[in-house]
């Protein structure tokens, strides 16, 4: 891709990138939100136009108009939301689009599906429901969409923001067994240990330009992160000792079902303090969301009581949580964070726009809510093309992230509930973020995180409580444990348990 040039209304995307992938090699692209990664890769995809700028492959100048065009020249995408078909089969969902005619033979693609999985150690079967399979096999559907359309030129979008870490490390190997057979990979991500672990070159850009080219074994995670924000980067959370007050949600003997009809949270007790930090480990799918969804009013409590502030809200509305004071970054941004064709102005002040200054007697204040809007815009820096104006989902998932984070914080709660705050944000963004969550502790504010991301536990929580069935296995100081210890209660190993 040569001299790529790309605008939106009020903002220049791409400016002159440059960006040449070898044959076998697996190159990353580093940027911070905003900076136009995606933007230069919808490009190579078919899904935008380039302005400026020509796209050659193997050595051949190519016109591409649309994602068929780039699949006719081996060139394919995972997209960083899937696109999938729930109710489909992995093979029904592989072979859309592909098969012409009024009749497809089934049985022949779902052959083909079986040995491209084995050959590339996807351990994927054909006829698997997609609503029935985990978020990494989910991925793994993706990338064998690609390779049945024999595509050569792999592009990975922020492949790992929904992966638990064992489900990153198979991905990392299946993309060196994509490698290492000839296939060139790109590979999207703010991830700065997945491109020391397997990228061989980085190209680096901010806010839309070319910064530099990178040998990844010759150079440093200090220097690249650098290199991307402009400015050296702490990968350190610096805090003091933290002071805990009185108790601000206090959760007794709570049990909450699932979407499968069982049990996700089993007789769970736990209290978050002011002035505290809280982080809840455990692996993806462990009962954190069905504790979060039973906190903030999203599902009802089989049992037990949620006291918040002193009183019991157990079965009280949303709404009536929100405006005692209780702030939520949800963990999908897009289904529960924002209304995606609504503007930021608009959802900077969905939970408060019926109160003052927002709105008199009924009456929208608008001038009011863009210029609350624009002040948070601007100081969580959020990057969008028409500031307030813009609507939700034109914004990089990282900068809808920025303002879901803003919004929630600017509204000063009394307990924020931060759910994966950090997901799919850059090295710079999340040294702010975690800057922010610190300083609401320091103020006295409760502050429930959770993370699936286990050094971010350690570095922002003052306790942790480890989670694994749905249970608590325990709660333990931060200062006085390791990762280990909270990785073997993760995998359900309690204390005085023969490992």
């Known amino acids: 891709m040569l001299g790529i040039r790309k605008e939106f209304p009020g903002i220049v995307a ?20 905003g900076a136009g990664k995606s933007t230069l890769m919808s490009i190579l995809f078919g899904l935008y136009h380039a302005d400026k700028g020509t796209i050659r492959v193997r050595g051949k100048e190519v016109s591409i108009k649309s994602p068929n065009d780039a699949f006719d020249l081996g060139i394919g995408m995972v997209h960083q939301h899937f696109q999938l078909v729930h109710n489909f089969t992995v ?21 083909k599906i079986k040995e491209i999985s084995e050959r590339y ?15 990494g096999m989910q991925q793994r559907v993706e990338i064998l969409k690609m390779l049945y359309r024999d595509a050569d030129i792999l592009i990975f979008d922020e492949p790992t923001a929904v992966l638990t870490p064992q489900e990153i490390d198979e991905l990392m190997q299946i993309m060196r067994n994509l490698a290492s057979e000839g296939k060139s990979i790109i590979l999207i991500t703010h ?14 850009i901010r806010r839309g330009r070319l910064v530099d080219v990178v040998s990844v074994p010759d150079t440093s ?50 209290s978050v303090h002011a002035g505290e930090i809280v982080g809840i480990a455990g692996v993806d799918g462990n009962g954190q969301s069905e504790l979060v969804e039973a906190i903030t009013g999203l599902r009802k409590a089989e049992a037990g009581s949620i006291i918040f502030r002193g009183k019991d809200i157990t079965s009280l509305a949303i709404a009536d949580r929100n405006s005692m004071g209780m702030g939520h970054i949800p963990e999908d941004r897009q289904k529960r ?20 200054p927002f709105s008199h007697h009924g009456m929208l204040d608008y001038p009011a809510i863009r210029e609350y809007s624009e002040a948070i815009i601007e100081r969580f820096d959020v990057r969008s093309g028409e500031g307030s104006d813009s609507l939700a989902g ?13 919004r929630e914080i600017t509204a000063d709660p009394d307990l924020l509930i931060a759910v994966q705050p950090t997901r799919g944000l850059d090295v ?43 249970e608590l296995i325990d709660i333990v100081d931060t200062a006085s444990t390791d990762e280990h210890a909270v990785g073997l209660m993760m995998a359900g190993v309690r204390k005085g348990d023969s490992v």
């Open 91 to 111: 093979a029904e969902n592989i072979i859309m689009g592909k098969e012409g005619g009024f009749v497809y033979d089934i049985r022949k693609a779902s052959r």
């Open 121 to 135: 150690g996807l351990s994927i079967e054909p006829d698997m429901v997609i609503e029935d399979i985990t978020v």
């Open 221 to 270: 995670v200090e220097t690249m992160a650098a290199a991307m924000v402009g400015r050296p980067v702490s990968f350190k959370v610096e805090k003091a000792p933290c002071h805990p007050g009185k108790p601000i949600l206090e959760i007794d003997h709570l049990s909450v079902m699932n979407s499968k009809k069982v049990l996700g949270v089993k007789d769970f007790s736990l």
């Open 337 to 356: 964070g924002l209304i995606l064709s609504e503007t930021l102005a608009a959802n900077m002040v969905i939970k408060r726009f019926t109160e003052e």
């Open 14 to 33: 791409n400016d002159d990138i440059t960006l040449q992938v070898r044959e076998g090699e697996i190159h990353a692209i580093l940027g911070e939100n």
């Open 394 to 406: 034109k914004l990089s998932g990282g900068n809808q992230q920025k303002a879901i984070i803003g």
């Open 428 to 470: 710079g963004a999340i040294e702010f973020i975690h800057k922010q969550l610190v300083d609401e502790r320091d103020r006295g504010k409760a502050v429930l995180l959770i993370s699936f991301e286990l050094d971010e536990i350690f570095n922002l929580s003052d306790r942790i409580a480890v989670i694994s069935g749905g």
């Open 191 to 204: 991830k700065l240990s997945e491109i020391k672990a397997v990228a061989d070159r980085c190209t680096i």
